[in-house]
């Protein structure tokens, strides 16, 4: 039951999510989500948004976006572990970028090389796989 629901929101923020495009449509930026990844306790979505360089939370009680991050290459991917949301991007060069949820701050950036993409948290090893 709980994946319908996720399904049926995700359905919903694409459906809320063209208000957003339009407002960079001055830009020429597609709106295009590679990733999406939720944190359950606070029942926030965060998709990341390739043609606008964006990753993007959405608050799922009251369907707002909560906070954005600009980042200089397109994110390819999201993971979420103990408050912390990991997000890689990539092309020219690849990043990891280590993000504090509560805060919104960026804690830290790794360079991964060209390629980085789908990141996964090892919750028994702790270890960030990219």
Known sequence: MKNIIYTFVLFLLLLTTKGHAQVLKNNDLPLFISSVSIESSS???????????HVVAFDIATQKSIATWPFSQAPTGLAIQNGKLYVTTSYDKGMVYKIDIQ?????DSLATGMGACSPYVDTAGGALLV
């Open 103 to 107: 805060s919104s701050a960026i804690e």
């Open 43 to 53: 029942n926030v979505l965060f998709f990341a948004q390739k043609g606008t360089k």
